[in-house]
């Protein structure tokens, strides 16, 4: 039977990952170059191999093969066929079983692709990477197995969650897993780099570009998961700081300030050790996320039962810690460096203060997300902070972290004097000020989005102006603008690449602000050609169906028309979906969406006695487009930073470093 | 500041680095700040999480302040009713053990819409303060998890 297959290959893999990592071991210490070989082919063996195991759950739940508990559990005959094959990051089982597959994938490709160039550090990653994927493999074998059989056999499945049946819900999970998973092949590096004492800068290059690569995903998938949030669950937001939601967040933080610090090594060879913390602070974080989401540990929206996986997940999490603590520890002496920093006004130390503001918002998340744990262990109640302390505690922060992005870019290396500061940011401060008096002339009255428009403004003026000025030096050099502006983004990629990423975070400042600070709700009873009123919006009632849907479903379909300063702009159509097999409502809210603002419309009671009467809920959500919008500019920044030129790649550490901070240089 | 003035001079550089202690002092303003900024936002946004057991054998303890409850839904406790045209009220109650619903909490929320995953044993966490026995929702406070498991919600064999 092909489900066996999938097990057994799954049982093969775990052997060959058991034996990749002691042939690995042992190849490294008794510098057997036979054992190292056998060991690499042994890694590349993982991926087809796992792949095979998700192929065949596929095959078992497009063929309905409900003998499969997990089948039986997130497919039905009547699901789509693509439902059936994203089903397999449906539910636990498999969405391990796919984070294996990912990170099978992950180290295959670090491995080949580095095993001729940096031969003495590979072997060392593909043992830990692959150490994460025994762990990984046996969870998925012997606790939460996917194969796991169900008797007597049902006729029919359960059918996935309708609220996982929607596009971003297909994309969010896979993006966040190659995030996560992705974080693996950095840690690996660095942690190769300990071991084999090679601390030059081989390994901080290789961790950057994996950690661009796996801060991509996550980003997209943060970013994604919003947009599920907003257009499924029909509460008007799309961030509610969740403990789900920050546990996907804390590595994303670990892993921005990583990237921004490594930047200090790069150019001036300090921080050597701090870089090593944070690689294992992030690799930790992903680690204890995904054992947050799995073990049901803090209850959220999101988390699956509680589970056995806990303890195990715990027991990892401290085992690779300590190891990494103390490798760090040995190499201590050979990691310090001989640099100083030589001025609190630099661009070393503005770095510096990056990395205090990206940690301390990690602290502040970690220490609200585990409150509930914390205060039951020193107090003995279980207590609990909303969002609330969030926003109170990370938006100052964050207002701090984006001035510090509007200014850092303006320093320089080594020291940066303060005339030179204050000439460079005045214009900008300027206009940001006159940026805010006309939102004050517009009406805007609260000063928490005044200072936070002002802060956003300020940054986003410098940042443009960082482009405007690399361009107006080509210009002067003969370029036409076009060309200037393609050359300048083409040459200094990283550079730019950052900079853009800049202004997606400015672009969604301005939305996450419009949105959190001018949200508008209301919720009204109408009657047919009633109209309820909500800031520059009216919406009048015009009548409500019910209809069957496709498979088992029975739609309720109201109509209203909604008008803007007495303008008619649009026909929604809200609704409600009910699942009649499984007795699942669904509220499906249905919005006009601009680039000023969103009028989000949801249906949330109609008694079916009298078909003219019809309850909605309604809400204004003033920029919230800002959010998407800036979101794509932040992952396109990301993809111009991580498009490294291979010659680049190849280029000597040191001569590298010459030419970048010359470069730098030179640009300022 | 005399050392933030640009120099080229190696010379001058040297003599005027900061001391160490200029950083050190800077992280731990930027600690204390974090810590004072923590302290003060846990003082108005903590709340206790409490059972319906834990309610019924301290009922002093809980009264008026901000409080989380989490429990089980009893499917047949569900009502929503248009007060009127501006005010629904949803009403049901939570246990803590399907398999003892002796002891039930009643959940009240105002002008919230029925969630979809409201369902016979599915969780609820809501938000909110207990006055004489019945629970008042905070508006936004009402959150449901999927019965038993989040991947099968609404698919007990034996509702179908």
Known sequence: ?668 | MAETTWVNNEKVLVESRPSRLKFVIGGLFIVAALGFLIFNAMQDTTQLYVTVQEYYANPTKFAGKDVRIAGFVLGDSIQFTQVDAATTRLEFAVVDDMANPQQTMQIVAMNEPMPDLLQHEAQALVEGHIENGVFYANQGGLLLKCPTRYEEAAQHPTDQ
């Open chain 1, 1 to 668: 039977m092909i489900a066996d297959l999938g097990y057994a290959a799954l049982m093969i893999a775990f052997g060959v990952s058991v034996y990749a990592v002691l042939a690995a071991v042992y190849g490294m210490v008794r510098h057997d170059e036979r054992w190292v070989t056998s060991a690499r082919n042994a890694t590349v063996l993982i991926f087809p191999l796992v792949l095979l195991a998700c192929i065949t759950l596929v095959v078992s739940m497009l063929r309905g093969d409900f003998s499969l508990e997990y089948v039986w559990r997130v497919t039905s005959l009547e699901m789509p066929t693509y439902l059936k094959v994203t089903a397999l990051w449906g539910g636990q089982a498999g969405s391990l079983l796919f984070w294996n597959l990912l990170l099978a994938a992950f180290t295959c490709i670090a491995m080949l692709r580095h095993w001729r160039e940096e031969h003495e550090l590979v072997p060392y990653a593909l043992a830990i990477s692959t150490v994460t994927q025994i762990f990984f493999l046996g969870i998925s074998l012997f606790v939460e197995n996917p194969f796991a059989r169900i008797s007597p056999v049902p006729v029919d499945g359960n059918g996935l969650n309708p609220l996982l049946r929607h596009p971003g819900m297909i994309i969010h999970p896979p993006m966040l897993y190659l995030g996560f998973t992705g974080f693996t092949i950095p840690f690996s590096f660095a942690m190769a780099a300990l071991l084999s004492g090679k601390l030059d800068d081989t390994w901080i290059r290789l961790t950057r570009r994996w950690t661009l690569v796996a801060w991509l995903f996550l980003s997209l998938g943060l970013i994604l998961g919003g947009r599920w949030a907003y257009d499924v669950l029909g509460w008007g937001g799309y961030w509610a700081w969740d403990p789900v939601e920050n546990a996907s967040f804390m590595p994303w933080l670990a892993g921005t300030a990583f990237l921004h610090s490594i930047m200090i090594q790069e150019k001036r060879d300090m921080f050597k050790i701090w870089n090593m913390f944070l690689v294992l602070l992030t690799y930790i974080l992903v680690i204890y996320g995904t054992f947050i989401v799995r073990s049901g540990v803090i209850s959220s929206v999101h988390s699956f039962a509680q589970s056995a996986i806990g303890p195990l997940f715990f027991g990892f999490l401290l085992l690779m810690t300590i190891f990494s603590l103390v490798w760090i520890f040995i190499r201590w002496e050979r990691l310090r460096s001989k640099n100083r920093l030589d001025s609190v006004l630099s661009r070393e130390a503005a770095f510096l203060l990056n990395n205090f503001l990206f940690l301390g918002i990690l602290f502040a998340t970690f220490w609200g997300t585990n409150y509930p744990i914390i205060s039951e262990l020193f107090t003995g109640d279980k207590a609990t902070v909303g969002p609330p302390f969030y926003q109170k505690v990370n938006g100052p922060l964050f207002a701090l972290l984006l001035l510090l992005m509007g200014v850092a870019p303006l320093t320089m290396w080594y020291r940066t004097s303060l005339k030179r500061l204050e000439i460079m940011t005045r214009w900008p401060a300027l206009a940001a000020l006159a940026f805010i008096a006309i939102l004050f002339a517009l009406g805007i009255r609260s000063w928490v989005a005044l200072l936070g428009y002002w802060i956003v403004a300020f940054a986003g003026i410098i940042t443009v102006l960082e482009f405007w000025r690399g361009v107006r030096a080509r210009v002067k050099k003969g370029e036409a603008p076009w060309t200037a502006f393609g050359r300048l983004m083409a040459r200094n990629r990283r550079r730019y690449g950052g900079y853009w990423i800049h202004l997606g975070v400015v672009v969604m400042g301005f939305g996450i602000i419009g949105s959190t600070v001018y949200q508008q709700q209301t919720q009204l009873q109408l009657r047919q050609g009633e109209t309820l009123t909500l800031g520059d919006f009216s919406m009048t009632f015009q009548g409500v169906e019910r209809f069957p849907g496709p498979d088992d479903l029975i739609i309720t379909e109201a109509t209203v028309d909604v008008y803007k300063n007495g303008t008619f702009v649009k026909t929604l159509t809200p609704r409600t979906e009910l699942y009649t097999r499984t007795n699942q409502p669904m509220t499906i809210p249905d919005k006009r969406s601009t680039f000023t603002e969103d009028y989000y419309a949801l249906l949330i009671n109609w008694e079916p006695m009298s078909s003219d009467l019809a309850t909605f809920k309604v809400y204004v959500n003033p920029l919230i487009n800002w959010v998407w919008a800036g979101g794509f500019i932040f992952i396109l920044g990301t993809l111009i930073a991580g498009w490294t030129d291979p010659l680049l790649l190849r280029e000597p550490a040191p001569a590298r470093r010459r030419r970048l901070v010359a470069g730098g240089a030179a640009t300022d």
